[in-house]
């Protein structure tokens, strides 16, 4: 069976502005996420910087589809 990773950017030029966008998910959720390895968080701290980003990106696609730009930002 082939060894394949799923975490692979499905729009590859999107991955400076991902980053960016996990580094203001963490800082705002208070996780201290350094650039290179974070080993020494714990998966309940990296799993909300996943989940909160996830959260966020929907509530962004929701307001486009619903037309609303309130509070929108471009990522």
């Known amino acids: ?18 980053d960016r966008f996990k580094f ?3 800082n705002e959720l208070g996780v201290p996420l350094t650039d290179g390895y974070n080993g020494n968080l714990t998966s309940k701290q990296n799993g909300s910087v996943g989940g909160y980003m996830v959260k966020k990106m929907i509530e962004q696609q929701e307001r486009q589809m619903s ?4 509070g929108s930002s471009q990522y």
């Open 1 to 18: 069976m082939a060894n394949r990773s799923s975490n692979t950017a499905a729009v590859p030029e999107a991955k400076g502005a991902l």
């Open 67 to 70: 037309g609303g730009t309130s």
């Open 24 to 26: 203001e998910v963490a």
